[in-house]
T-cell receptor
Framework: AQKVTQAQTEISVVEKEDVTLDCVYE???????LFWYKQPPSGELVFLIR??????QNEISGRYSWNFQKSTSSFNFTITASQVVDSAVYFC?????????????FGQGTRLTINP | NAGVTQTPKFQVLKTGQSMTLQCAQD?????MYWYRQDPGMGLRLIYY???????DKGEVPNGYNVSRLNKREFSLRLESAAPSQTSVYFC???????????FGQGTRLTVV
């Protein structure tokens, strides 16, 4: 069965620090997709990134970067020079393809608090 | 440019009452989903509809029913609400198999 583990339940750092959110996944599929979503205090889910299993290149988007390592089944997310607006719950998710639909298996989420 | 719209945003029910959560998307997506979010458990899939006319159970379907009314709308019904169904419910839709899911704003349901 597919599984996603975010072992860090809560992280608290001071503004401008770098912070890494860990994500470890389990799947028997040879082709799969991983996602990160952000849930700010307002409650909506905001898509951040999608990564397929064929592409192991790291990705950078402004202060955000993602490190995908198939050898360790990890897809970690780093925020550089964190800001108060980065405070949110972050979810890692794995796509499970079933009967024409893509179901998402979510990790438990990491609550990130950036203190001024 | 509404995306995925859920109604209501908040609801309080008494144990045993019934209600229907509504979801509509205006992006012409084929697949739609209902998830529930509970503290410390992430989001879990309740039901999904791969395409108009089909529905299937997800991880936690007990106590719920769904209807894919048409391509735009996918409703979730609680026939006899229980306190264990207190949660935040999210509707989502996807266009293709390899694209991201778009989520509604969520419905916060409390069963007392």
């Amino acid at each position: 069965a597919q599984k996603v583990t975010q072992a860090q339940t809560e992280i608290s750092v001071v503004e401008k620090e770098d912070v890494t959110l860990d994500c470890v996944y389990e799947t028997r599929d040879t082709t799969y997709y991983l996602f990160w979503y952000k849930q700010p205090p307002s409650g909506e889910l905001v898509f951040l990134i999608r990564r397929n299993s064929f592409d192991e290149q790291n990705e950078i988007s402004g202060r955000y970067s993602w490190n995908f390592q198939k050898s360790t089944s990890s897809f970690n997310f780093t925020i550089t020079a964190s800001q108060v607006v980065d405070s949110a719950v972050y979810f890692c998710a794995l796509r499970e393809l079933t009967q024409g639909a893509q179901k998402l298996v979510f990790g438990q989420g990491t609550r990130l608090t950036i203190n001024p | 440019n509404a995306g995925v719209t859920q109604t209501p945003k908040f609801q309080v029910l008494k144990t045993g009452q019934s209600m229907t959560l509504q979801c509509a998307q205006d992006m012409n997506h084929n697949s739609m989903y209902w998830y529930r979010q509970d503290p410390g458990m992430g989001l879990r899939l309740i039901y999904y509809s791969a395409s108009e006319g089909t529905t299937d159970k997800g991880e936690v379907p007990n106590g719920y029913n769904v209807s894919r009314l048409n391509k735009r709308e996918f409703s979730l019904r609680l026939e006899s609400a229980a306190p264990s169904q207190t949660s935040v419910y999210f509707c989502a839709s996807t266009e293709h198999l390899n694209t991201e899911a778009f989520f509604g704003q969520g419905t916060r349901l409390t069963v007392v």
